[in-house]
């Protein structure tokens, strides 16, 4: 015997009621995210035998990304470093990273950066750093496609001009603009394209959306030996300085670090000269 | 609380089951896509300047940079005691126009547009996880029977026989489990057996501690209320519960045992006074000997010896009194003597079974139409009348 139909409508409702609330339950289970944050990757890193013991790193600012985890790699291994430092970190950004405050409180131990760049953000600079080596003056020229690039109007009247964005770059924006502006060539605006990397200068390069554009000794990316021509500009690229902070210099690490310097292969053919006290270092 | 068939009931949680870990799974693999798509797209847009200055100055291969950037998002899922989802990773699926690989058994992908600026135009990242099937398991099926047990204890619909079935007893002083599992028993019964049961506890006649022997007997299914009111009546009389039933379960009919004095009716034991019972004795012999068993009332002047006689004998056999014997012995059988009797047997059996079971027990009377005085018979038929060695 069971109860009529419209009894059984607020039991109905109830069963409802409860799933309702099973399945909303289950709606609002979540698994939490863990926090995420990426790393500086325009940066190398690791760590020297006393890693362990001591968490002070040597910090180097460079202007390159390459050979930089081998710099850094070859100062880890050092025993010398090792008793200094935990570990070596290599950053890389534009030249016009630096800054007066970088240099003042001596955020970085070792700077590789242009002599008139450092002096000019701070006339004391050399209160604070030491020159210890010179990456040597390297000619610049202007590559073009299809024909031998002429410094003439009429060269550059229909050409498309590849610079880097970065007005502090020798090679890739005062040369060139120097180069044009002594030899009285115009350019119009749309003439003059900017583009934010190296790499998006190149690819541009070889895509042809720009005609022309300069590289420092012959290394050409990516560009085929037969198709592209070279034109030396007049002026070369000023040396590039290592710098190593005062108190440092006048340490045995300088000699250690000088020695790193000079095995990196970006410098194969004509390593850094080692300037002032680094002098003395033995080779 | 009854749970039902396990027919019904193992099936429905089991779907419920499946239905519940379907939907917590799809929930949270795509809250889990929505949240990581949205962080990881701000991460990288804010990190753009250090993803592009990778290559500075160089013309290097992005493996490495890939390797860093999938080192960084490898553990996407915080580590909790109870993870749902685990091995939350991504991985980087290109870098502009540079493929990846290692992409097998993506989730989801984001595509990440980056600001122009730096010269990167956007990144793709593969997301990858996997369900914790233990975890979501345990936790559906805890929910899902957590749920089971809720409808299961939710109260079901009465139908309002059985209601009023409840509160009844209720009211008498059972308990409410008790009532309850009673009241649902009782609704089972045929209509006269609840009757007849209703209106026994009415009469608090019988002790709700025996409602539960009474209701499981199969006799309580296939009484009559002839029978009931039988069970009734001996409940009155102080029979306990068993011969009550014992008694309404017997057959119409006298048994009679004089050596004990006792006329068992309907299986109920009687004990009339002597001389009645005598009397009593000897209209059950008429019935069964005679053909129609009537006895006409002796006439006035003449009282009739012979069945005087007889009587007399019976009355010294079984114990009755010297009085009815003398009165017998010197007036003989007289109608006054059958009346007043007849007339103490049917008080004493009214008062013993009430005025409508002792109906079919009582006298018939007639008028003899040769002589125009009353005769009486035993009513009982002669096939109901025993006597007991």
Redesign the interface.
Known sequence: MRAPIRLWLPYAGACIAILFIAFVSVSLVRQPLAPISLGDYASEFCETQSAAQNDATFQVLSLTSSYAQLFAQTLCDSPLVAQHFGSVKVTWRPRGFLTAQHIIEQDYHLIWNRDYLVHGLVPEFDDFYSAVAETVSYPVFWVGKKERPQLTQTYFANKRVGLLDDSYSQSFFQLPQQTLREAGIVLNDDQRRLYPSLQALYTAFNSGEVDIITSPGLQLWGLDANDAHTLALPHHSPPVTWYLSRPMADSPLLCEVVRALVRIPLFKEEPPSPQGPARSCAR | MTLGPWRYWLPAGFG?WL??TA??SW??GH??QQ??TE??NT??RD?T????????????DSTQ?AE??NA??A??????RV???RD?HARVQRIDTIPFSGQKGTRALIDVELP????LQSLSLNVFYDYHWAAVLS??AL??A??LT??AG?????????AQWQQTLQLAGLAKPDAKSAAHRL??LPDTSQSAIRSLLDAELLPLAELHTLCEHPSAQTFSSTQWAWLEQALRRGEDLSRAIHIADCDEGIIFAPQRREVRIHGLPLSLPATPFIYYYWYAQRRVHDEAGWYINPAANRADRDNANALIALLEQFGGHGKAINDLREKGLRAKTLDQNRSKIKEELVRALGEPLAQGYLFDMERDPRTSRNKYRLSTPVERIHFDA
Do not use: W
Not at chain 2, 75 to 80: P, V
Not at chain 2, 154 to 162: D, I, N, T
């Open positions: 419920l239905a519940l939907l917590c929930q949270l809250r889990f949240q990581v962080t990881l991460l990288l990190n300047q250090s993803i592009a200055l990778y290559h500075l100055e160089t013309h290097s940079l860093r950037i960084d998002l553990n996407l899922c915080a580590e909790t993870s749902l989802l939350c122009e600026e730096y010269g936790v559906t929910l899902a957590l749920c809720a409808i939710l109260p079901r619909p009465m139908p309002p026989k059985q609704c089972q």
